[in-house]
């Protein structure tokens, strides 16, 4: 059976792979979990009932 070739491959091309599979899993994480109820839109409150005002027409 032959022995596969190896190249040597520099620091820096190594490093930049790392951080770009690094990069992959931030993504993928933070589209897999939900999000979070800080990060939804707050919940609008609810109009209250509208008081009744006279207008000058009702007069």
């Known amino acids: 059976m032959e022995k596969p070739?190896?190249?040597?491959?520099?620091?820096?091309?190594?490093?930049?792979?790392?951080?770009?599979?690094g990069a992959g899993a931030v993504l993928g994480l933070a589209l897999a979990v939900p999000a979070s109820p800080a990060?939804?839109?707050?919940?609008?409150?609810q109009p209250g009932p509208v008081a009744e005002q006279?207008?000058?027409d009702d007069l």
Do not use: C, F
Request: charge should be positive; glycine fraction near 4%; avoid cysteine.
């Open 54 to 56: 006279d207008t000058p």
């Open 39 to 45: 990060q939804a839109e707050p919940p609008r409150p």
């Open 5 to 21: 070739e190896r190249r040597p491959v520099s620091l820096s091309a190594s490093l930049a792979g790392l951080r770009l599979i």
